[in-house]
């Protein structure tokens, strides 16, 4: 007869049915090696959901497609070679990692969204790390996926082609729960770029020698700190979208704005470093956000606002030796750091009681920054009666001033003391 198992039993032996089940699983896992001469793709055929398929380092012209869970790990960095079509990798399968290739040579067609690796829809958890993208039209593009890791990767587009005719760095498009970490981008359109999705983490990435560093476009709920953003036409472009944490990054030397929060609300911007760009930020109809702490030196403009930016909380930032504080266009004073004041390096007011904030309002494109602007040999007399006296008369008299940025609480020193090394980080 067989014995019956004490109820109090059952969740136990479950437990160790699952333990026994999972070991054999793990124990029959395969690790499959591929020598040069030898087909990458005849291996992955060949392996089971879970094996391990090695590829020594070599030439590999072929184009792969994975359709079942597995890793392929380089051994020296061989090459995938695409041979100038289609996508060089292609991923179907969900719980992929790709590590250690140099991905090459992928199609030149926009149309069809030719890439180094294509992961499509459906292929979740995927991981690719340390891979070398040379000469690939998109290095990834990752279509309808759920918490994908991108970490430590070298992509460089085709940096012969026209930039309107590379495809970006980084593609998300739909996604869920995204990691990109740690990538260097360089030569394509846009380094990475977002487009309706959400919950992703961008830390630690290079963007450089593309149109933009990242195009963010209707993605909500994403981090993106530690990032440096360089030598591009824009650095960061944040558009139609909301809560996003800015914090920790640097954009410098781009040739057109650093960051750009165009219709974007409930974002927290700040400790940022904004340095020799054309345009510092550029903030277009964005309201509710806060820019805090951030250093904005050595732009040809600190910030361009227009288009109904406001209700924003600015506080705490440096805006130093650049050459148009802020270029403002609205019909009305907007105040920025009601609370703690923000430092402005053209500010040639007193701290009569040295609490470090200044005794009168800062006034962005007063009268006085106008004829300094205009006639630069003017800020030589700043400090004089005359030019405090023309400040005094244009508060008194409204027809002569324009609408403003106002700042009730101008801090005497600024919050970075490191600002003069981000002097003279232009583009180049």
């Not at 993605?219 to 809560?243: C, K, Q």
């Not at 470093?273 to 951030?294: C, K, M, P, Q, S």
Request: with cysteine.
């Amino acid at each position: 007869m067989p014995v019956a198992v004490p109820l109090s039993f059952r969740p136990l032996r479950l437990a160790l049915a699952l333990l026994a089940a999972g070991t054999a699983a793990a124990a029959q896992a395969a690790s499959w090696d591929v020598k040069p001469g030898e087909s990458v793709q005849a291996t992955i055929n060949r392996a089971a959901p879970g094996d391990t398929v090695r590829v020594a380092r070599g030439h590999y012209p072929e184009n792969l497609r994975i359709d079942k869970p597995l890793k392929l790990v380089g051994i020296d960095r061989p090459t995938i070679d695409g041979r100038g079509k289609g996508d060089t990798i292609r991923v179907t399968a969900t719980d992929v990692t790709i590590e250690g290739l140099i991905v090459a040579d992928s199609g030149a067609d926009l149309g069809e969204q030719n890439a180094g690796i294509y992961l499509q829809p459906g292929a979740h958890r995927a991981r690719v790390a340390q891979c070398d993208f040379s000469y690939t039209l998109f290095g990834l593009w990752i279509e309808k996926v759920e918490d994908v890791v991108i970490e430590h990767n070298l992509i460089t587009g085709k940096r012969d082609l026209d930039s309107s005719q590379r495809g970006n760095g980084i593609q998300l498009y739909n996604t869920t729960g995204a990691k990109i970490i740690g990538n260097d981008i360089s030569f394509v359109r846009d380094a990475i770029y977002v487009d309706v999705s959400h919950k992703a983490l961008f830390r630690g990435n290079r963007m450089h020698h593309s149109r933009y560093g990242t195009h963010y476009m209707n993605s909500y709920h994403n981090v993106w700190e530690d990032n440096d953003t360089f030598y591009n036409r824009g650095g960061l472009a944040l558009m139609e979208v909301r809560d996003q944490i800015v914090r920790n990054n640097r954009a410098w030397g781009n040739s057109d704005h650093g960051i750009m929060l165009r219709t974007i609300q409930d974002a927290v911007v700040e400790n940022n470093i904004v340095a020799g760009n054309a345009r510092g930020f550029f903030i277009y109809d964005a309201e509710y956000n806060t820019l805090r702490n951030n250093l904005v030196v050595d732009n040809q403009v600190g910030v361009h606002l227009w288009a109904g930016s406001k209700h924003n909380v600015v506080e705490q930032n440096d805006f130093i030796s650049n050459r148009e504080q802020v270029k403002y266009v609205a019909s009305k004073d907007e105040t920025w750091g009601a609370k703690e004041g923000n430092h402005w390096s053209n500010y040639v007011g007193w701290d009569r009681n040295g609490d470090g904030i200044g005794d009168v309002p800062y006034e962005a494109n007063d009268m006085v920054d106008r004829l300094s602007w205009k006639h630069p040999m003017v800020k030589l007399l700043l400090a004089s009666p005359a030019i405090q006296t023309l400040r005094l008369i244009s508060q008194q008299f409204p027809l002569l001033r324009a609408p403003s940025i106002v700042d009730p609480k101008p801090r005497m020193r600024p919050e970075h003391s490191d600002w003069r090394n981000w002097l003279g980080k232009h583009y180049r």
